[in-house]
């Protein structure tokens, strides 16, 4: 089976400036991904997309094979992700005159996977031959069942979920993960004819907390800085 990773890394970052190309554990972020993609042995092609030409130049230097222009409307704070993959993918094809059968694209800002996730996932996902995508994520530190509330047109709390029995102790309720923006992989048709990650028949690879962390603010760069630092794997 043909497989291509794409790793879509925008220049826009509000939470953290430049986060894509900022330096950890002695490396761009973008290039730990890079690297892992490499060092897993799955792929064909590793191509990278970007609006920015900064983020492009440090992806070339870190050995992805094809680098894709990302247009204005496709690097907006607004953009969904689907748009951006479906993109890079078909740009991708375009120029090396090819197909890919699977798509697995991970997030340049989820650096603290291992490459046994990308194996496995990959293996999860192909041996489940009826499954349209799959996602990674996390066991949840709150639940919908037991203590996540939202606030009602009243202006009060009330538990996001729930059942028909009174819950008591977490445990007693049913398993609920947090979305990691880590791994998803996606077959070439049901990709290009998606609007949603979520499917019908969509599989979920868990990953513990600790290779969790997606990097959205400073404090979410400083626990993956601590964490790469302390594994000392991404140094």
């Known amino acids: 089976m043909s497989r291509i990773c794409t790793i879509c890394a925008r220049g826009g970052s509000k939470g953290v400036k430049n986060k894509n190309i900022r330096m950890l554990a002695g490396k761009p972020l973008i ?13 064909d092609v590793i191509a990278v ?28 704070d607004q953009t969904a992700k689907l ?18 059968e699977l798509i697995v694209d991970l ?22 031959i009826d499954a349209d995508n799959l996602i990674s994520g996390a066991p949840s530190r709150r639940s919908p069942y037991f203590n996540l509330v939202e606030v009602n047109s009243e202006g009060y709390a009330r538990l996001s979920k729930r059942l028909d029995k009174i819950i008591v102790r ?28 979520f499917q019908a028949k969509t599989l979920l690879y868990v990953m513990p907390e ?13 626990f993956v800085s601590f964490l790469a630092k302390k594994r000392g794997e991404l140094s």
Request: proline fraction near 3%.
């Open 49 to 76: 997309s970007s609006d920015s030409k900064d983020i492009l130049a440090v992806a070339e230097q870190y050995g992805a094979d094809v680098l894709v222009n990302r247009p204005y409307e496709l690097a907006t």
């Open 170 to 197: 977490r445990q007693d309720v049913p398993n609920c993960y947090d979305m990691n923006a880590s791994i998803y992989i996606w077959k070439r048709a049901k990709l290009l004819n998606s609007k949603s990650v």
């Open 210 to 222: 600790e290779r969790s962390i997606d990097i959205d603010s400073e404090i979410d760069f400083e």
């Open 83 to 100: 748009p951006v993959i479906q993109h890079c993918l078909t740009t991708v094809e375009e120029k090396l005159g090819r197909q890919f």
């Open 107 to 128: 997030d340049a800002t989820s650096p603290l996977r291992l490459i046994e996730d990308i194996v496995q996932s990959v293996q999860l996902y192909e041996e489940n």
């Open 31 to 43: 290039a730990h991904s890079i690297q892992q993609a490499k060092q897993s042995g799955l792929f």
